[in-house]
């Protein structure tokens, strides 16, 4: 997808600028044609010869510099691009997009961008949260720009908190979607669930799971670049998605439930990425539980609805139903058994260690046939999956 693509990075000055090295290596190697545009803090993290080694072209970093203007000016450097990345996109890059502002190169070549844009944030996680930031991105968001990140981690200045860029590898992902150009989900009706669900034991306990919502949430995104009307009800902590997308958040499995059976009534297409709580506490207490003097404790458990054996035998039910099941063992076996018992058009069976993971494999299960995938990143991996579904009688 990135072969012979044109692709501008907006850099930032942060600590994160040494990342963003690798972001353009990294858009090289899948055959993209890169060219850069430093911002004067940037230039003083990294100099603009290491981007110039990298991409074989000039860094640009002034905008009244005439011979650059003369040969690859603002409005020219924007109507080359075919995407824009920034990264790190800071909070005053945020700031000063959202307020229009054009004080440098960067900023005033973005007020004549028509390119699809990718925004990667990185700051300290006190400016993230921050009220002025959380405006700042509620409103590109709500212009249709794209954002991923930031992170979860150990900041450069010692903290832990959000604000770290996200991996190169992760943004490249993202980036994919917004170059999409096939439309041919166009007119289609899609609804995905995806992430964990959250089953409350007492005011503060919960049962859970180590999903992080990254496949379905590519999913959404993919499909959508591919011109599907997209619903994607999200489990907690679920990522960002296409900002097309409708996104509707729940916590419990029959939260997860009840959106599913609305959205996925006439639907062309409903996928079960989430990874649904098996069980639920059969009594919740609303106040904090006390340990007191115990040293042991038998809690009852009941079983969740399985929402995607419900959304199979709904009526108007979508016309391709596809379940996951992620395993630790017997992957093929299991899902096979799955596809029969919950009257599935299509099952895909991962390993439970993708759930985290940048990357994912697994098979493509249908009564039919099994193929493999291979080890891929999950943007990748929901490609296959999209590509796979299409085929589908």
């Not at 509620?138 to 908190?161: D, N, V, Y």
């Not at 994607?232 to 916590?251: F, S, Y």
């Not at 959106?259 to 297409?269: E, H, M, V």
């Not at 018992?341 to 493509?364: E, L, P, R, T, Y």
Request: aromatic share 6%; charged share 20%.
């Amino acid at each position: 997808m990135l072969q012979n693509r044109r692709i501008l990075i907006g850099i930032g000055g942060g600590i994160a600028v040494y990342r963003v090295a690798e972001l353009a290596r990294l858009l090289i190697k899948a055959g993209a044609e890169v060219r850069c545009i430093m911002t004067r803090s940037a230039t003083e993290f990294v100099s603009p010869l290491t981007f110039e080694a990298l991409t074989g072209n000039e860094v640009h970093t002034e905008l009244f510099d005439l011979t650059s203007e003369r040969n690859m000016g603002h409005i020219q450097l924007a109507r080359w691009a075919d995407a824009v990345v920034i990264a790190p996109a800071t909070a005053n890059i945020l700031a000063r997009l959202a307020y229009g502002i054009a004080d440098d190169l960067l900023t005033t070549m973005m007020q004549v961008n028509e390119a699809p844009i990718l925004l990667a944030p990185a700051m300290n996680s006190s400016m993230w949260e921050s009220d002025a930031t959380c405006r700042n991105v509620e409103t590109l968001k709500a212009r249709g720009i794209s954002f991923i990140g930031p992170e979860a981690g150990t900041l450069a200045c010692g903290e832990q908190g959000t604000g770290r860029l996200s991996e190169p590898e992760a943004i490249v992902a993202a980036l994919q979607p917004l170059l999409w150009q096939d439309q041919a989900l166009k007119g289609q009706q899609w609804v995905i669930n995806a992430g964990p669900t959250v089953e409350a034991w007492d005011a503060v306990r919960v049962l859970t799971n180590r999903a992080s919502g990254k496949l379905g949430a590519q999913l959404a995104s993919t499909a959508t670049a591919m011109g599907a009307a997209v619903t994607l009800i999200a489990g907690p902590g679920t990522p960002h998605t296409h900002p097309q997308v409708k996104r509707i958040d729940v916590e419990s499995a029959d939260d997860m439930l009840s959106a599913c059976l609305k959205a996925a009534r006439g639907a062309d297409t409903f996928i079960a990425t989430a990874a649904v709580s098996d069980f639920r506490f059969h009594e919740m207490y609303t106040e904090k539980m006390k340990r007191g003097g115990t040293t042991s404790m038998h809690v009852e458990l009941i079983a969740n609805p399985d929402i995607v054996a419900h959304i199979a035998k709904m009526e108007k039910r979508p016309s391709h139903v596809i379940a996951f099941a992620a395993e630790s063992s017997n992957h093929i076996a299991y899902a096979k058994s799955k596809l029969s018992q919950k009257n599935v058009d299509a099952i895909v069976a991962n390993d439970v260690n993708n759930m985290g993971s940048h990357n994912a494999s697994g098979w493509w299960i249908t009564p039919q046939s099994e193929t493999t995938i291979d080890t891929v990143s999950k943007q990748a991996f929901a490609e296959q999956i999209i590509q796979h579904i299409t085929e589908l009688k």
